[in-house]
């Protein structure tokens, strides 16, 4: 398998992930975001808008990133700390 799983226990191991029954590592999620070409904290999200916002918000440029933050910060009413 792409993420370097076994074939054989493949779907076992990933419901078990599902169902919270283990925790993968953190090489396996990295490995898997980049099977599903997604960012790692991707698969952390807690709910739809946030995964959807990290997702959007890895496409952009390193200016874009830094602009979309300040934007965020500023709608949130947190003062812009001005380092990434």
Do not use: C, H, Q, W
């Not at 419901?15 to 991707?42: D, H, I, M, Q, S």
């Amino acid at each position: 398998m792409e993420a370097g799983l076994d074939l054989m226990s493949a779907s076992a191991r990933m419901n078990r992930y599902e169902t919270g029954a283990r925790v993968p590592n953190f090489a396996l999620v990295e490995e898997l975001a980049k099977v599903l070409n997604v960012p790692t904290p991707y698969l952390y999200a807690a709910d739809d808008s946030m995964a959807r916002m990290i997702v959007a918000f890895g496409m952009l440029s390193e200016d874009e990133k830094r602009a979309a933050l300040e934007f965020v910060e500023r709608a949130a009413g947190i003062a812009s700390s001005g380092s990434p």
